[in-house]
Structure formats: C-alpha cells, structure tokens
C-alpha cells in the first residue's frame, strides 16, 4: 500500500472538499444547538462543525452556514438574544436530533416537528431539549467570519451545565462515564457512529 499524491484543495469543487473533510474528520461530536429567536419561536438545529476549545474559560465553537437568503435562524437567534444552549445527542435522542434538521424556512419551530418540548434555561436566554440528559448553557463569547462561502464561527462561553443525576461519574471527579452517556457521533452524508467498544491507555511517562 501507498499513500497517493496529494490533490491540492484549490483544484477540488466546494463538494468535493466538503465530501474529504466529513468523511477523513470523524466521528464529530453534534452541536445540537436550540436558541429563541426575536418573535419568541424556539429554534433547534444540529451541526457537525461543532468542538471544544477551552476549558479555563470554557469555550465551545460551532460553524454555521448561511443561505443563500442570508444567516441560517441560529445564527440570526444568537446574535439576537447572545445565547444558545447545545444539547448533547444521545443514542436515545438520535432520530428526534435528526427530524430537527430539516430545512425550514424562520419561525419553523423544530422542536415541535421533532416531538420535543422546550424548556427554559434558567442560565441564559434560550431554550433546551426537554429529557436531555446533558446540556451546555453558553452565551456569545465572539463570532468571526471564517471565508467567502458565508460561514460564521460562533464561539460560546460555557456558563453552566446541566447533567443528568442518572448519568454515571467517576469517582472524585466531574467525569461522565461515556459508557452511560452514550453519545453520538457525526460522519459522513447521513451516516452516525454510535457507542462502541471503549479503549483506556495510560499516558506514557518520560521514563517508561
């Protein structure tokens, strides 16, 4: 086996970049982002583009595209109440996470279409999945125009989080047992990585 020439990124179409990108950078963790926009309609919408960037301060970022109309509802939500909640998916939460994305045009409430109910973070100014066993509460830390293609890339101050009192920790600490989270993960096209065998390997010591 060997590895093939690289192919320049300039020579490859915004879908063929898109296609390598999702399908070589995997599993993403899903930013199931749930906002309230000006009117009061609660929003909720998942994106893959969505990491962890600091944890002192506690920052999360996720990019956001935009239509070919302008600013997708998230965007124009945060940037109107300068805040989000992201609802961590769970295997029990997968098809109601996916029936969120459709694309709908503003003041479509995809909590309704998904069967969820909406509740009230008491920490900032945006909703939350009802029964979501994990949830971080964020306001807007800065936003920052990432390319020509109309992409935003929000970064969130983590003010708070929410975790759910059946979810297994480890002992001494705030970890959460991914075994009893179970989390899902982002692939490519409409395909998800799901809980698995879980692997521990210590960190090598200088004198190992």
Same mark, same amino acid.
């Given at each position: 086996?060997?590895?093939?020439?690289?192919?320049?990124?300039?020579?490859?179409?915004?879908?063929?970049?898109?296609?390598?990108?999702?399908?070589?950078?995997?599993? @993403?963790?899903?930013?199931?982002?749930?906002?309230?926009?000006?009117?009061?309609?609660?929003?909720?919408?998942?994106?893959?583009?969505?990491?962890?960037?600091?944890?002192?301060?506690?920052?999360?970022?996720?990019?956001?595209?935009?239509?070919?109309?302008?600013?997708?509802?998230?965007?124009?939500?945060? @940037?109107?109440?300068?805040?989000? $909640?992201?609802?961590?998916?769970?295997?029990?939460?997968?098809?109601?996470?996916?029936?969120?994305?459709?694309?709908?045009g503003?003041g479509?409430?995809?909590?309704?279409?998904?069967?969820?109910?909406?509740?009230?973070?008491?920490?900032?100014?945006?909703?939350y999945?009802?029964?979501i066993?994990?949830?971080?509460? $964020?306001?807007?830390?800065?936003?920052?125009?990432?390319?020509?293609?109309?992409?935003?890339?929000?970064?969130?101050?983590?003010?708070?989080?929410?975790?759910?009192?059946?979810?297994?920790?480890?002992?001494?600490? @705030?970890?959460?047992?991914?075994?009893?989270?179970?989390?899902?993960?982002?692939?490519?096209?409409?395909?998800?990585?799901?809980?698995?065998?879980?692997?521990?390997?210590?960190?090598?010591?200088?004198?190992?």
């Open positions: 086996m060997a590895l093939g020439n690289p192919v320049r990124s300039e020579g490859l179409s915004a879908r063929e970049r898109y296609e390598l990108l999702t399908s070589l950078v995997v599993p @993403r963790p899903i930013g199931w982002l749930s906002t309230r926009g000006p009117d009061g309609v609660a929003n909720l919408a998942p994106y893959s583009y969505f990491a962890a960037l600091s944890a002192s301060p506690m920052l999360v970022g996720v990019s956001i595209g935009h239509r070919s109309t302008g600013p997708k509802d998230s965007l124009v939500n945060i @940037r109107a109440q300068g805040a989000f $909640c992201v609802n961590v998916v769970d295997v029990d939460h997968l098809e109601a996470m996916n029936a969120s994305s459709i694309d709908s503003p479509h409430d995809e909590f309704l279409h998904a069967g969820l109910k909406a509740v009230d973070s008491p920490l900032v100014d945006a909703p999945v009802s029964g066993r994990a949830v971080l509460h $964020c306001r807007l830390h800065r936003e920052l125009d990432i390319g020509a293609e109309a992409n935003t890339l929000v970064v969130g101050l983590v003010v708070g989080t929410s975790v759910d009192d059946s979810l297994l920790r480890v002992e001494g600490t @705030r970890y959460v047992r991914t075994e009893s989270l179970r989390p899902v993960g982002r692939l490519w096209g409409p395909t998800y990585s799901l809980p698995g065998e879980i692997r521990a390997l210590p960190r090598p010591r200088p004198s190992d």
